[in-house]
Nanobody, 119 residues
Framework: VQLQASGGGLVQAGGSLRLSCVVSGRTFNSRAMTWFRQAPGEERRRVAAISWSGYTYYLESVQGRFTISRDNAKNTVYLQMNSLKPEDTAIYYC??????????????WGQGTLVTVSS
């Protein structure tokens, strides 16, 4: 199983980006998917997650601005990021969970995509 994240870039504050994570292999539909981010000098943090059935979780600071979704037919999970702030600047990673529900167990990780928000 491989995860390929894309969609990062440089955007001005208030702008939008959509991240994509394509998962190879046949296990996508049976796994919850999660987006993490890690800013320089900070720990990695879970930003958003979505279960197999569509249950979603969001970090409080992105609630209302970010939307996670999945297309099981395309083995792809998305992170739509609106009203971006400079503090959203980080490398964003996607991860495939071990279970259908959102948990803290992950089996596979993508390579990361850099999001830079200028003020």
């Amino acid at each position: 199983v491989q995860l390929q994240a894309s969609g990062g870039g440089l955007v001005q504050a208030g702008g939008s980006l959509r991240l994509s994570c394509v998962v190879s292999g046949r296990t996508f539909n049976s796994r919850a998917m999660t987006w993490f981010r890690q800013a320089p000098g900070e720990e990695r943090r879970r930003v958003a997650a979505i279960s197999w059935s569509g249950y979603t979780y969001y970090l409080e600071s992105v609630q209302g601005r970010f939307t996670i979704s999945r297309d099981n037919a395309k083995n792809t999970v998305y992170l739509q990021m609106n009203s971006l702030k400079p503090e959203d600047t980080a490398i964003y990673y996607c991860a495939a969970g071990r279970r259908t529900m959102v948990t803290d167990e992950y089996d596979y990780w993508g390579q990361g995509t850099l999001v830079t928000v200028s003020s």
